[in-house]
């Protein structure tokens, strides 16, 4: 492990400061995921900025919803009474992803920031453009399966791990950020950035911006809700896909969806044509393998040398039809 400076500040203002001023310069919350990177040698900061006890641990009402605050673990927050009656499909969510050890230690403000688990990100003998820019892409033509099958690029077909993040997007969700200019909220949605030409850049944060808090809106549909992970073990690992859906059925007509998609993205994918594609349509199986259709018009399956990941397209159509279908009957 390389050497480097550690700071403690007495207040996030401060934090913030102290990051926006070094290039090198990151925070440290719960550090299951950026500890991780330090030891593979996948970054090297020159400076840790500890947040830990400056993030707030509270879980507030807000007008009509609730206000996370970046400091609350994740165990903590899939445990809260509310947040498991109101929106169920996070508390899912959350204890769907790594372990009961980590949870503990993982933050709110920090999960949604967590990296890809890309096989050749964290092999620092590979190219990587994420990595290291310009590099190359060691995952297009090599082992796929893992990888995305929407909103990919030339340089990178990473997916995004986190499952929190999966029902955030759905939710749709509030970013709080303070940052050297101040204040500024991000919609959930459009946190993450899609790896274009430039997918060493995950997210729309400039360098010092720190999450403070996520906001929760009110969303009476939610309380019908779900999350549903599909992966190779039952349990700390990655998902092969995921759906965090919520749906208000009158009827048997659907009135209204949420729905987005883990583990065939560069981001959390919001699934806003399956949305639409559900709006008024009958309950039935084959009107949720049509939204399905829909969203995945532009999916582009990789060939690999361990076969790909084309089986994606049909894994996912199954877990969204199994997704509302169960909710549809919640419903009745």
């Known amino acids: 492990m390389r050497p480097f400076a550690y700071q403690a500040p007495d207040d996030t203002g401060a934090a913030v400061r102290s990051v926006a001023e070094r290039p090198d310069a990151v925070f440290l919350g719960g550090g299951t995921n950026l500890v991780d990177h330090l030891r593979l040698g996948v970054v090297s900061p020159g400076l840790l900025v500890d947040v830990t006890a400056l993030t707030s641990t509270e879980i507030t009402?807000?007008?009509?919803?609730?206000r996370v605050g970046a400091g609350v673990p994740n165990s903590e927050l899939a445990a809260d009474a509310r947040v498991r009656s109101r929106y169920p499909v996070l508390a899912q969510a959350l204890l769907s992803g790594a372990s009961g050890q980590l949870r503990n230690m993982a933050t709110t403000g920090g999960n949604p920031l967590q990296r890809t688990r890309c096989m050749y990100f964290q092999d620092v003998s590979t190219p990587c453009n994420k990595r290291e820019p310009g590099s190359g892409c060691s995952a297009i033509g090599g082992s796929t399966r893992n990888h995305a099958v929407l909103g990919t690029s030339e340089h990178c077909i990473a997916t995004h791990p986190s499952d929190m993040a999966v029902a955030m997007a759905?939710?749709?969700?509030?970013v709080l950020v303070l940052g050297p200019d101040g204040e500024r909220t991000i919609p959930f949605t459009e946190l993450h950035r899609l790896p274009g030409d430039t997918p060493e850049r995950d997210t729309v944060l400039e360098h010092g911006e720190l999450i403070t808090a996520i906001d929760l809106?009110?969303?009476p549909m939610a309380r019908?809700?779900?999350y549903r992970k599909?992966?190779?073990?039952?349990?700390?690992?990655?998902?092969?896909?995921?759906v965090a859906?919520?749906?208000?059925?009158?009827?048997?007509?659907?009135r209204e969806a949420r729905i987005a998609f883990g583990g065939v993205a560069h981001a959390p994918w919001r699934a806003r044509r399956a949305e639409e594609a559900l709006r008024g349509a009958t309950v039935s199986d084959e009107s949720f393998a049509a939204a399905a259709a829909a969203e995945l018009t532009d999916a582009r399956p990789q060939p690999g040398v361990d076969g790909g990941n084309?089986?994606?397209?049909?894994l996912l159509t199954r877990t969204l039809v199994a997704t509302l279908r169960d909710l549809a009957r919640e419903e009745a």
């Open 245 to 254: 859906a919520a749906l208000d059925v009158d009827g048997g007509v659907v």
């Open 310 to 314: 084309e089986f994606k397209i049909a």
């Open 217 to 219: 809106p009110e969303l």
């Open 230 to 242: 599909v992966r190779d073990r039952a349990s700390y690992a990655f998902a092969l896909v995921s």
């Open 170 to 174: 759905a939710l749709d969700a509030q």
């Open 61 to 66: 009402e807000v007008g009509g919803g609730l």
């Open 224 to 226: 019908r809700s779900r």
